[in-house]
Structures are given as structure tokens and as C-alpha cells.
């Protein structure tokens, strides 16, 4: 069973940089999509970034410019660094690594707040 470890996220003050770290257990060397979503109070979740092996970046119109991900595959991680934060990116981030099958990580909290 795959499973992915989040870290990061916590506090930050609004311009602030907000950094997410996705780590799987194991993924297809060959093939993966991994990506972030967000949830806020109330609201759906929303796809905020993602990045695969052979794919350029992509990032949700609300977070583009400010945000980005890299990949360290020593780690089979990604990592996602968005600037310039503003109350509204206040959510639960939620990792999923996309191969055969999804695999979501278990949520980390992403606070901005002065």
C-alpha cells in the first residue's frame, strides 16, 4: 500500500511563503502524477497545482505566478512553495500521487493569518 507523507504548511503572515513537501513510499519510476489540493471551510476541494514525470507544471489560476513545484526523486517528493499568501489560501492541502490508482495523503493544514 502506497503512502504518502505531507509536511510543512503550519502558520504563515499574509505575503508570507507557504511550503508543502509530498513524500510516497514508492512510485512508478516510469510514470506518476502528483498533485495538491486544497480545501477551505465550506468550500470544495479544488486542484491546486500538480507535476508529473514527463509534464510541464501546472498551476490553478489562483495560485499561478506566486507558486512552485519541484521534484526530488531521491525522495519520490514533490514540493510546492507558494508566495505572496493571502488569508484566502487558508486550507487543508491534500497530496495524491496518481498512478494505476490515486492515493491521497491524509491533509495538512495551511494557515494565513497575521
Known amino acids: 500500500q502506497v503512502q504518502l507523507v505531507e509536511s510543512g504548511g503550519g502558520t504563515v503572515s499574509p505575503g508570507g511563503t507557504l511550503r508543502l513537501s509530498c513524500a510516497a513510499s514508492?512510485?512508478?519510476?516510469?510514470?506518476?502524477?502528483m498533485g495538491w489540493y486544497r480545501q477551505a471551510p465550506g468550500k470544495q476541494r479544488e486542484l491546486v497545482a500538480d507535476?508529473?514525470?514527463?509534464?510541464?507544471?501546472m498551476y490553478a489560476d489562483s495560485v499561478k505566478g506566486p507558486a512552485i513545484s519541484s521534484n526530488d526523486n531521491s525522495k519520490n517528493a514533490v514540493i510546492l512553495e507558494m508566495n505572496k499568501q493571502k488569508p484566502e489560501d487558508t486550507a487543508v492541502y491534500y497530496c495524491?500521487?496518481?498512478?494505476?490508482?490515486?492515493?491521497w495523503g491524509q491533509g495538512i493544514q495551511g494557515t494565513v493569518s497575521a
Open positions: 495524491k500521487l496518481q498512478q494505476s490508482q490515486a492515493y
Open positions: 514508492e512510485r512508478n519510476p516510469n510514470f506518476w502524477l
Open positions: 507535476l508529473s514525470k514527463l509534464g510541464t507544471p
